[in-house]
């Protein structure tokens, strides 16, 4: 680690979970000390002093889905820029998908990445692996090297692409079982979706786009529960976009088997009726699909049948999305509006509690991931990785204004009122309203 030891910190004037009356927390060396009106008692001089107004605490938030294109395209993004957002999204850990250029496929990128991570010091960077040599599909990659290295991956993808062949998924869930570690599948049959670009649906019919059927995650994501179940294997859906997968989430969780999936703040919030302005900004893998697929992904994140939200925050250049929509890269930022659209749509309606929303952007992320020092309770003698939230904030996306590297949000000038004002890792402030604090 590059940063010093953290002074103690005073956190005055603050709700954890947004429950009763506002508190002080006291942190020192990296812990949660005291919790209380007397707090800051105990703390020494030297300790740096916070009033945060009566705002929401929770505990740091955990993205299983993001993509950070270093090594290969750090125009678009790096790992420090990537971690800027992160943090600035109330994020204490994220997961960098393996689909960088060349690919998170052996030891030697994992632990690259990791350590430019630990470097940066923004939040825990945590490669993912990728299942298959270069994301192609048809060799397994050294699972157990990676693992076992300065990384410790303990989450495989090829995101971006699915391990399409039966056998090889097979295999990889078999080997994943004995590790100890995860797969996560991003479920698109490819047979179904040759040259697809938009939700298979009325709107991309009428626009003359060719379509990306349900039937392709949900075949998938058939197919991989049946193959859990058989090996004995946890699996991980990422992105779940519509009606169909929600069922069956359903199905195999009522079975029995060790499934567990994520949706992103895009297919909670926006449908294909975007995609009438044939604004590229609006092209993603899955595509945005129907506004009833939204209404059941956030009925389903709210019964638990989806675990959990994840940014899948793809950065791409604006040659890459200004251009004709077919052409336009799949992909949207994700880090930094993340919390306000969950906020919005479901603690704002009062279908979520923060407690609610901690449970799905911090506590079950960490727990599918085997992390055991993020996603923890607000308690004394816990690690102090933490998010403050403004509930009643008004805040307006700019693109040009993020810390992303890129600027393709979907959400331009759209306002909303939950921002993250702070976050803290590892007992040090990262981000105080809207800064990154070096
Ligand atoms: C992702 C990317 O750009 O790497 N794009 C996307 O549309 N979601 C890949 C992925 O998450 O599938
Ligand atoms: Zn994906």
Known sequence: MTHTEAPGLLLRNVRPYGEGDPVDVLIRDGLIAAIGADAGAAA???????????????????????????????DTET????????ALGGYTAVFAMANTQPPQDNQTVTDSVWRIGQEVGLCAVHPVGAVTVGLKGEQLTEMGQMAAGAAGVRVFSDDGMCVYDPLIMRRALEYSAGLGVLIAQHAEEPRLTKGAVAHEGPTAARLGLTGWPRSAEESIVARDAILARDAGARVHICHASTTGTVELLKWAKDQGISISAEVTPHHLLLDDSKLETYDGV??????LREAKDARA????????????????????AAQEKCCEFAAARPGMLGLETAL???????????????????????????EIAGLTDQGRPIEVGEPANLAVVDPDSSWTVIGDELA????????????????????????RVTTRNGEVIA
């Open 282 to 287: 609006y092209r993603v893998n899955p595509p």
């Open 297 to 316: 992904l956030r009925a389903a994140l709210v019964s638990g049948v989806i675990d959990c939200v994840a940014t899948d925050h793809a950065p791409h």
């Open 79 to 86: 790992i420090a820029s990537g971690s800027a957002a992160a």
């Open 340 to 366: 306000p659209i969950v906020a919005a749509l479901l603690v704002e309606t009062g279908d979520m509690t923060w407690r609610d929303l901690a449970r799905v952007m911090s506590v079950r992320p960490a």
């Open 404 to 427: 992303s590297l890129s600027a393709n949000t979907p959400y331009e000038g759209m306002t909303f009122s939950a921002r993250v004002v702070g976050t803290i890792y590892r007992g």
């Open 44 to 74: 020494p001089t030297d300790t740096e002093v916070h009033d945060l107004g009566g705002s929401v605490l929770l505990p740091g938030f955990v993205d299983l889905h993001t993509h950070l294109r270093e090594p290969g395209r750090e």
